[in-house]
Protein backbone atom coordinates (compact mmCIF):
# COMPACT_ATOMS: atom_id res chain seq x y z
CA UNK A 1 0.00 0.00 0.00
CA UNK A 2 1.05 3.95 -0.46
CA UNK A 3 2.54 5.22 2.16
CA UNK A 4 2.53 9.10 2.78
CA UNK A 5 4.12 10.30 6.26
CA UNK A 6 4.32 13.40 7.85
CA UNK A 7 5.96 14.87 10.94
CA UNK A 8 5.10 16.49 13.49
CA UNK A 9 1.37 14.73 13.57
CA UNK A 10 0.54 17.97 16.16
CA UNK A 11 2.85 20.96 16.95
CA UNK A 12 1.85 24.42 19.30
CA UNK A 13 3.64 27.26 17.39
CA UNK A 14 3.88 31.14 18.39
CA UNK A 15 2.59 34.12 16.21
CA UNK A 16 5.78 35.49 13.88
CA UNK A 17 7.67 31.88 14.66
CA UNK A 18 8.85 30.04 11.85
CA UNK A 19 7.29 26.37 11.41
CA UNK A 20 8.18 23.84 8.86
CA UNK A 21 6.10 20.87 8.58
CA UNK A 22 7.80 17.59 6.18
CA UNK A 23 5.80 14.73 4.28
CA UNK A 24 7.49 11.56 2.93
CA UNK A 25 6.38 9.18 0.71
CA UNK A 26 7.56 6.00 -0.55
CA UNK A 27 5.50 5.42 -3.41
CA UNK A 28 7.76 6.55 -6.15
CA UNK A 29 5.19 9.44 -6.97
CA UNK A 30 5.95 12.52 -8.96
CA UNK A 31 3.33 14.54 -8.15
CA UNK A 32 3.18 15.58 -4.32
CA UNK A 33 0.63 18.56 -2.98
CA UNK A 34 0.19 20.11 0.81
CA UNK A 35 -3.69 20.92 1.55
CA UNK A 36 -4.94 22.78 4.55
CA UNK A 37 -8.55 21.33 6.01
CA UNK A 38 -10.96 23.81 8.16
CA UNK A 39 -14.19 23.27 8.67
CA UNK A 40 -16.91 24.24 6.36
CA UNK A 41 -14.13 24.31 3.66
CA UNK A 42 -12.96 21.15 2.97
CA UNK A 43 -9.72 20.66 1.95
CA UNK A 44 -7.74 23.71 0.09
CA UNK A 45 -4.58 23.46 -2.18
CA UNK A 46 -1.59 25.26 -0.72
CA UNK A 47 1.49 24.21 -2.99
CA UNK A 48 2.12 21.35 -5.25
CA UNK A 49 4.95 19.79 -6.90
CA UNK A 50 5.55 17.49 -9.55
CA UNK A 51 9.43 17.17 -10.06
CA UNK A 52 12.09 17.77 -7.15
CA UNK A 53 13.45 20.84 -7.16
CA UNK A 54 10.33 22.83 -8.22
CA UNK A 55 7.48 23.69 -6.61
CA UNK A 56 4.19 25.59 -7.89
CA UNK A 57 1.72 27.46 -6.43
CA UNK A 58 -1.88 26.30 -5.15
CA UNK A 59 -5.11 28.26 -4.44
CA UNK A 60 -3.73 29.64 -1.06
CA UNK A 61 -0.09 30.16 -1.12
CA UNK A 62 -0.19 33.31 0.36
CA UNK A 63 2.37 32.93 3.74
CA UNK A 64 3.57 29.39 2.78
CA UNK A 65 5.92 28.33 1.00
CA UNK A 66 7.64 24.86 -0.06
CA UNK A 67 10.72 22.70 -1.00
CA UNK A 68 10.81 19.44 -2.64
CA UNK A 69 14.20 18.62 -2.51
CA UNK A 70 14.09 15.00 -3.83
CA UNK A 71 11.27 12.80 -4.84
CA UNK A 72 10.27 11.66 -1.49
CA UNK A 73 10.67 14.24 0.59
CA UNK A 74 7.90 17.96 0.03
CA UNK A 75 8.11 20.68 3.00
CA UNK A 76 5.71 23.31 3.69
CA UNK A 77 7.33 26.43 5.60
CA UNK A 78 5.44 28.90 7.91
CA UNK A 79 8.40 31.81 7.60
CA UNK A 80 6.14 33.76 9.90
CA UNK A 81 3.31 32.03 11.34
CA UNK A 82 0.28 33.87 11.81
CA UNK A 83 -3.29 32.82 13.73
CA UNK A 84 -5.41 32.07 10.71
CA UNK A 85 -2.41 29.74 9.82
CA UNK A 86 -4.36 27.45 12.87
CA UNK A 87 -5.65 24.07 10.72
CA UNK A 88 -4.78 20.75 9.58
CA UNK A 89 -2.20 20.22 7.15
CA UNK A 90 -2.53 16.95 4.79
CA UNK A 91 0.55 16.23 2.25
CA UNK A 92 -0.95 13.77 -0.56
CA UNK A 93 1.00 12.20 -3.70
CA UNK A 94 -0.15 10.94 -6.24
CA UNK A 95 1.80 9.60 -9.80
CA UNK A 96 -0.26 11.19 -12.53
CA UNK A 97 -1.36 14.03 -11.05
CA UNK A 98 -5.22 14.38 -11.11
CA UNK A 99 -5.61 11.92 -13.34
CA UNK A 100 -4.95 9.43 -10.62
CA UNK A 101 -5.59 8.50 -7.09
CA UNK A 102 -4.27 10.34 -4.45
CA UNK A 103 -3.04 9.01 -1.40
CA UNK A 104 -2.90 11.29 2.16
CA UNK A 105 -0.79 11.42 5.09
CA UNK A 106 -2.28 11.29 8.17
CA UNK A 107 -2.34 14.57 8.97
CA UNK A 108 -1.21 17.50 10.98
CA UNK A 109 -2.48 19.70 13.75
CA UNK A 110 -1.32 23.28 13.85
CA UNK A 111 -2.09 25.77 16.28
CA UNK A 112 -0.68 28.82 16.41
CA UNK A 113 -0.89 31.06 19.41
CA UNK B 1 -12.38 30.59 -10.23
CA UNK B 2 -13.49 27.05 -10.70
CA UNK B 3 -15.91 25.66 -7.87
CA UNK B 4 -16.95 22.56 -5.89
CA UNK B 5 -20.38 22.27 -4.63
CA UNK B 6 -21.46 19.14 -2.51
CA UNK B 7 -24.85 18.79 -1.48
CA UNK B 8 -26.38 17.84 1.11
CA UNK B 9 -24.38 20.60 1.92
CA UNK B 10 -23.29 20.03 5.81
CA UNK B 11 -24.50 16.99 6.85
CA UNK B 12 -26.67 13.90 6.23
CA UNK B 13 -28.20 11.52 9.27
CA UNK B 14 -29.52 8.00 8.18
CA UNK B 15 -31.21 5.38 9.49
CA UNK B 16 -29.05 2.14 9.29
CA UNK B 17 -30.02 0.25 6.09
CA UNK B 18 -31.70 3.35 4.08
CA UNK B 19 -29.17 4.51 0.90
CA UNK B 20 -28.00 7.94 0.67
CA UNK B 21 -26.57 9.47 -2.47
CA UNK B 22 -24.39 13.03 -1.91
CA UNK B 23 -23.67 15.06 -5.07
CA UNK B 24 -20.84 17.42 -6.84
CA UNK B 25 -21.84 20.01 -8.80
CA UNK B 26 -18.89 22.30 -10.39
CA UNK B 27 -18.86 25.17 -12.28
CA UNK B 28 -16.78 24.47 -15.60
CA UNK B 29 -15.95 21.29 -17.52
CA UNK B 30 -13.57 18.99 -15.73
CA UNK B 31 -11.77 15.83 -16.54
CA UNK B 32 -12.06 13.65 -13.71
CA UNK B 33 -13.91 12.99 -10.51
CA UNK B 34 -12.81 10.93 -7.73
CA UNK B 35 -14.29 10.77 -4.18
CA UNK B 36 -13.01 10.42 -0.09
CA UNK B 37 -13.97 8.97 2.84
CA UNK B 38 -12.36 10.75 6.21
CA UNK B 39 -13.15 9.62 9.67
CA UNK B 40 -13.29 12.47 12.23
CA UNK B 41 -9.54 13.85 13.19
CA UNK B 42 -8.41 10.94 9.99
CA UNK B 43 -6.68 11.13 6.73
CA UNK B 44 -8.30 11.08 3.26
CA UNK B 45 -8.99 7.77 2.30
CA UNK B 46 -9.81 7.34 -1.59
CA UNK B 47 -13.50 5.58 -2.66
CA UNK B 48 -13.79 5.82 -6.12
CA UNK B 49 -11.64 7.41 -8.91
CA UNK B 50 -13.87 8.07 -12.17
CA UNK B 51 -11.69 8.85 -14.91
CA UNK B 52 -13.39 10.25 -17.94
CA UNK B 53 -16.62 9.90 -16.12
CA UNK B 54 -17.31 6.31 -16.43
CA UNK B 55 -19.44 4.42 -13.50
CA UNK B 56 -17.29 3.11 -11.17
CA UNK B 57 -18.39 0.42 -8.38
CA UNK B 58 -16.39 -0.73 -4.88
CA UNK B 59 -18.73 -3.10 -2.98
CA UNK B 60 -21.93 -0.72 -1.70
CA UNK B 61 -20.38 2.18 -3.50
CA UNK B 62 -21.10 3.59 -6.73
CA UNK B 63 -20.13 6.92 -8.16
CA UNK B 64 -21.62 8.20 -11.68
CA UNK B 65 -21.93 11.48 -13.05
CA UNK B 66 -23.11 13.83 -15.72
CA UNK B 67 -20.68 15.39 -17.64
CA UNK B 68 -23.50 17.77 -19.15
CA UNK B 69 -24.69 18.75 -16.61
CA UNK B 70 -21.36 18.97 -14.03
CA UNK B 71 -22.42 16.82 -11.99
CA UNK B 72 -21.60 13.86 -10.28
CA UNK B 73 -22.98 11.58 -7.38
CA UNK B 74 -21.79 8.67 -4.83
CA UNK B 75 -24.49 6.24 -4.51
CA UNK B 76 -24.45 4.32 -0.59
CA UNK B 77 -26.68 1.24 -0.47
CA UNK B 78 -28.04 -0.04 2.56
CA UNK B 79 -26.03 1.98 4.77
CA UNK B 80 -23.64 1.06 7.81
CA UNK B 81 -22.91 2.78 11.21
CA UNK B 82 -19.31 2.71 9.80
CA UNK B 83 -20.07 4.61 6.93
CA UNK B 84 -20.33 7.30 9.35
CA UNK B 85 -18.14 10.18 8.45
CA UNK B 86 -17.00 12.72 5.95
CA UNK B 87 -17.54 12.21 2.11
CA UNK B 88 -15.32 14.46 -0.01
CA UNK B 89 -15.05 14.91 -3.86
CA UNK B 90 -12.46 16.43 -5.58
CA UNK B 91 -12.50 17.29 -9.41
CA UNK B 92 -9.20 17.38 -11.62
CA UNK B 93 -8.35 20.81 -13.13
CA UNK B 94 -6.62 20.62 -16.67
CA UNK B 95 -5.94 23.96 -16.45
CA UNK B 96 -4.03 23.72 -13.27
CA UNK B 97 -1.06 20.90 -14.10
CA UNK B 98 -4.37 18.59 -13.07
CA UNK B 99 -4.14 19.81 -9.63
CA UNK B 100 -7.49 18.58 -7.90
CA UNK B 101 -10.33 20.59 -6.69
CA UNK B 102 -12.07 19.42 -3.48
CA UNK B 103 -15.43 20.55 -1.84
CA UNK B 104 -16.24 21.20 1.68
CA UNK B 105 -17.28 17.33 2.03
CA UNK B 106 -20.60 15.86 3.39
CA UNK B 107 -20.52 14.61 6.85
CA UNK B 108 -22.75 11.27 7.12
CA UNK B 109 -23.72 10.37 10.30
CA UNK B 110 -25.77 7.00 10.16
CA UNK B 111 -28.15 5.78 13.26
CA UNK B 112 -29.22 2.70 14.48
Known amino acids: EAAVTQSPRSKVAVTGGKVTLSCHQTNNHDYMYWYRQDTGHGLRLIHYSYVADSTEKGDIPDGYKASRPSQENFSLILELASLSQTAVYFC????????????FGPGTRLLVL | GQQVQQSPPASLVLQEGENAELQCTYSTTLNSMQWFYQRPGGRLVSLLY????AEQRGGRLTSSAASNESRSSLHISSSQITDSGTYLC????????????FGAGTKLSVKP
Open chain 2, 90 to 101: AMERPNNNNAPR
Open chain 2, 50 to 53: SPSW
Open chain 1, 92 to 103: ASSDEGGEDTQY
